[in-house]
């Protein structure tokens, strides 16, 4: 299941966090928000998810089980 965890810190800055998706389907998901936010994209941290695939993410997880 894909998800999109926002952390809204004191200061006024916000964390955009996805959780459950691999590959540039991260990115799709957020764009949307971000656009909407209004706010320029100060760092982008890929998580390791990014540089895998459906098939990897699959296999990793059966693994775990």
Request: with cysteine.
């Amino acid at each position: 299941m894909k998800k999109i965890k926002i952390t809204l810190h004191k200061d006024g800055t916000q964390k955009i966090e996805v959780l459950g998706a691999v590959g540039e389907s991260c990115l799709e998901l957020t764009r949307a928000l971000e656009q909407r936010m209004g706010t320029s994209i100060g760092q982008r941290e890929l998580k390791p998810e990014y540089h895998q695939t459906e098939t990897e993410q699959e296999r990793d997880h059966e693994v775990e089980q």
